[in-house]
C-alpha cells in the first residue's frame, strides 16, 4: 500500500479546500517545498500534488514549484490540476514528474486521454471525480452527466497506468473514504486504483490494505490538522 501524502498548491502556499470549494479553504504556514521536505524526511516515497491554480486556469502555473520538489527530494510525484494538453503533460514530464493526472480534459475528450496514454506510456494517470455517482468536471463545479462505471468502461482499455477515484462529497470531510464506491470501481479497473477523499484515521488505511486492486491511497486534510500522525502514517507505506 503506497501512501501519498497530499500538497494542494494555491497562490504559492500549502491549502486544503472541503468538497473543492475554492471559496472554503484553510492555508497552511509551511511553503510546498517545505512540506514536501518534511514527508520525505519522514521516510515518504510518494507524494501527490495538486496545482489547483492550473485547475482553474488550465496552465502549468506552479511547474517551477512542482519541478523544485522533484530535483530537492527525489520523491515520485504525481500531479493533476488543469492539464489540458500534450505541452503540459510533457512539461511535468521533462521535470521528472512520475505521473501526471488527467481528469476534466480527459472526461471531456477521451481521445485526448487515448492519445496522451500513447505518447506517454506508463506516465498517465487517471482522476475519476464522482459525486453521487456521476463525474464532476471543471474544478468540480459541473456534473458531466456521465456515470463514473459507464466512462471507465468506454476508456479502460486506453492504456493509462493509475487511477484515482475521489469521492467529492467525502473531500476535506474527514469521514473516511467512499470505500463500497471506491471497490466498484477498482472491480473492474484495468489498472491500479488509489482512494483518495475522506481518509479520517489509521483506521481508513488499514481497511484500504483489505480491499482488491487498491495501490495506494491519498491523506491530505488530516495529516494538515494533526488527526494522523507522519510517524504513524509512514509505517503503512510499503
Known amino acids: 500500500m503506497k501512501i501519498f501524502p497530499a500538497i494542494d498548491i494555491k497562490d504559492k502556499k500549502c491549502v486544503r479546500l472541503v468538497k473543492g470549494d475554492f471559496d472554503n479553504k484553510t492555508e497552511y ?17 510518494n ?3 495538486v ?9 502549468t502555473v506552479n511547474l517551477n514549484i512542482i519541478k523544485d520538489i522533484v530535483g530537492k527530494f527525489n520523491l515520485k510525484v504525481e500531479v ?3 492539464i489540458r494538453s500534450i505541452d503540459s503533460i510533457k512539461k511535468y514530464i521533462d521535470g521528472g514528474v512520475d505521473k501526471v493526472i488527467l ?7 477521451k481521445n485526448f486521454l487515448k492519445e496522451a496514454c500513447v505518447k506517454f506510456p506508463d506516465k498517465i494517470a487517471l482522476g475519476l471525480d464522482a459525486k453521487n455517482g456521476q463525474l464532476s468536471v471543471s474544478g468540480w463545479k459541473e456534473n458531466s452527466n456521465q456515470l463514473t462505471l459507464d466512462y471507465l468502461k468506454e476508456v479502460n482499455d486506453y492504456g493509462f497506468s493509475r487511477l484515482i477515484y475521489t469521492d467529492i462529497n467525502k473531500d476535506g470531510m474527514k469521514q473516511s473514504p467512499n470505500f463500497e464506491e471506491t471497490s466498484k470501481v477498482a472491480e473492474i479497473a484495468m489498472c491500479p486504483v488509489i482512494i483518495s477523499g475522506g481518509v479520517s484515521s489509521i483506521d481508513d488505511i488499514k481497511k484500504a490494505k483489505s480491499l482488491n486492486n487498491i495501490e495506494g491511497i491519498i491523506v491530505g486534510k488530516a495529516i494538515y490538522d494533526g488527526d494522523i500522525k507522519l510517524e504513524e502514517l509512514v509505517k503503512e507505506d510499503a
Open 80 to 82: 493533476g490540476g488543469g
Open 29 to 45: 504556514e509551511l511553503s510546498p517545498v517545505e512540506q514536501a521536505g518534511k514527508y520525505k524526511d519522514h521516510g515518504f516515497k
Open 103 to 109: 481528469g476534466s480534459a480527459a472526461i471531456k475528450d
Open 47 to 49: 507524494l501527490h500534488i
Open 51 to 59: 496545482d489547483l491554480d492550473g485547475a482553474l486556469t488550465g496552465e
